[in-house]
């Protein structure tokens, strides 16, 4: 659903200042279509912050009339959260089970043995074809708007609005002009970079800021177009806003540089940390999800293997079921897209298995255990499988160390639930050991 070209005129008062300096064009997209979420009392209560009297009017007239009419879809709502709504469970254990039984339900095929070479790469092509942003999962994805004036429990900055703004928001008029009048992916890019280019930033919250106005406007786009676009800025802004939770989580809203004002609006005296939980772990996923490969989320080892985002699978969750599916796709993707060409591919699974043994975090629940046993089964063999072929063909072992380690952890899970698959592990150690390294 393509939405008509709106008078840009109509613009002035939406980019019209406050006493600030700031224009609602400072936080939101270039005309506001995602306001459409919110009832006309919200926004009327929002734009009071901002201006009053004939101003005030005039922003209430174009909100609702750009956006043809006011389509309310509710507080509630998550936007991107994949599969569209998430899991059902009271507990991350109970959403992981969950999580488990749809993918089996989805794609029964990730949960059958593989015994060769052949059946591996078929496992790969099918794991790669998968539609990500179709797989529900048992995490939630931020609300799009968290007002404190709904209640103590939407005192957050764990949404997608910018709490700060970053740039000066004439200085995006023209090229959100342009965009406005033919809303492609190319004059999208246009904004992203301008925004980056012209955003000034002091510190932290600010960048937090800035990453949040960056994937609204990707969510704004799909709005907008009805299409789901695949373009990921160079520095995955999602990826950025799920960084800023996990450092900042041990730290305080003193040392992340959060203005007096916003401190007590969000009570964070008291819900810092909280807050940074909800910020990490879902924004990992939806970073992931648009780069599935994480090799284009910045090229720190940490992002590549996806440490931290599987320390937080396990510590804000447990969702391990979600961790073996999200490594399983992202090594897939490693082996196909490389971090350069013909880079050579590892086996890397991180903390899923340098840490406390496998099968003491595997899920309790007998069916979940059982569907998590068997897809981590064939994500192990066919892992294996690729190594081997790999190895096979450059004659030469890349990481031998860390990579003998990881095989022998596997090799004691695979044991540990009476499916070992000896020869095939003994084929690989052998080659990582005896294969020259440079
Ligand atoms: C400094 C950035 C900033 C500016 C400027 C700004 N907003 Fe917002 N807006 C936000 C944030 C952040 C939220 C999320 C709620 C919160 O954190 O208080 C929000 C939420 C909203 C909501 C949803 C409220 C709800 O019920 O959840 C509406 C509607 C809205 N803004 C309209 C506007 C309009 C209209 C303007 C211009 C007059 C404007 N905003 C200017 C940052 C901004």
Redesign the pocket.
Known sequence: MMRPVLSLDGLQA?R?K?A?G???????SPD?IE?T???ES??R???L???SGDL?EQ??RI?TQNSNRLKFIG?DYRPFQPGGSVLPGKTPQERDGAFLANLAKQHPFLFKPISSLAQALEYQKEILAIDLRSVPIGIEVN????????GAN?A??A???????TFDSDQLAAVSDAYLQNPTEENLRKIDEKAVLLSSLHDQFSML?LA?YRCLNLLQHEMRTGKQTSFLPPDNPFWQIAEVGRVYADSDEITLHVPET?VL??SMKTTFKSQMRQLRLPWFWLGWIRDPSLTKSGLSRETLRGDYFCTYLEQDGPYMGHEAFMLTRKLAEQNRNPVQPNFPWEIQYTFFLANDPLIKREPKDPTAKELFRRLTHSSFVMSLYLLEQDLRARKKAYHPIPQGSQIKFLNQYLNDIHQPEAALVGRVSELLATLPTK
């Open positions: 939406w019209a406050d600030k700031q224009s609602c064009a400072s936080c939101h506001g306001l979420a919110f009832t919200d926004l209560r929002r734009i912050r901002h201006h005030a922003v209430v909100v507080h609300r799009l708007s968290e007002d404190s004036a709904l939407h957050t900055i949404n997608w609005f910018p709490d700060v703004p800021s949040k916003i609006d969000k």
